[in-house]
């Protein structure tokens, strides 16, 4: 009877991290066609495409990195862009220190967070803010690299058997954010509609000032300067009521 018990609780939980991950298989698969394409028509062979997206698993980075690696640039240089490039990766680790700490799988977890498995992973905590679905996590962050990693390999396949044009798939990235945001609005206006606002107008203004190559690193410091100002005032004003 236990063993029923544990099997159908570890089934329940696979099929919850499934349903969770369905908007990342739409756009990871997606994304890593993109990717592998890319990666083959640069002249990656189709071994370092797969250990980039086993290894690296950095989304963005990995479309940066193609041209910095068939260019030789040097690993200091490398190192520099992915810290800018996916700098924003520390914000998201911060505000999830404490959950993973208490995960089995949390090494795994800080490595697989990725933008989308951090939108997914926030929908799940702000459902149940306790610990009773936290088992589903780990099952979230790998299929998610799994989604990742098909992609990249069936692009890699596409992209030396296909003579075709793929001119705008990397756009279901962008596509994949709009759908995630949309649904954070819907489940909390107030916090996550606050906080879209400004993080548009601040990214807005960054992109003005500091332009298309360098604006994300500050526009996320300032955006999360401005979103713990807001949070203290909200607060004080709970607090006074």
């Excluded at 071994?47 to 940066?64: D, E, N, T």
């Excluded at 490398?78 to 208490?102: C, D, P, Q, W």
């Amino acid at each position: 009877m236990k063993k029923h018990n544990a099997q159908g609780t570890a089934g329940s939980l696979f099929k919850m991290a499934f349903l969770k991950s369905l908007p990342v298989l739409c756009g990871y698969v997606f994304l890593g066609i993109a990717f592998g394409i890319m990666a083959e028509e640069a002249g990656l062979a189709f071994g370092w495409i797969l250990m980039m997206s086993l290894i690296v698993y950095a989304g963005s980075m990995q479309f940066v990195m193609v041209p910095l690696l068939v260019g030789a640039v040097s690993p200091v240089t490398m190192a520099l862009t992915a810290l800018f490039v996916n700098g924003r990766h520390i914000f998201y680790g911060i505000s999830f220190v404490e959950s993973f700490k208490k995960l089995r799988h949390r090494w795994y977890m800080i490595f697989a967070l990725t933008d989308e498995t951090y939108s997914v992973l926030c929908g799940c905590k702000n459902e149940d803010p306790g610990e009773r679905n936290r088992d589903s996590w780990f099952w979230i962050a790998l299929m998610d690299q799994s989604y990742w990693v098909l992609g990249s390999v069936i692009g890699a396949l596409l992209g030396a058997a296909l003579p075709v044009d793929f001119t705008g798939i990397d756009f279901s990235m962008t596509a994949l954010f709009i759908v995630i945001l949309l649904e954070q609005i819907l489940g909390n206006k107030r916090v996550a509609g606050t906080s879209a606002a400004i993080g548009l107008v601040v990214g807005i203004i960054c992109l003005l000032v500091f332009g298309t190559s360098s604006f994300l690193l500050p526009a996320l410091l300032i955006s999360v300067m401005l979103l713990s100002v807001w949070t203290g005032v909200a607060e004080r004003r709970e607090v006074a009521r």
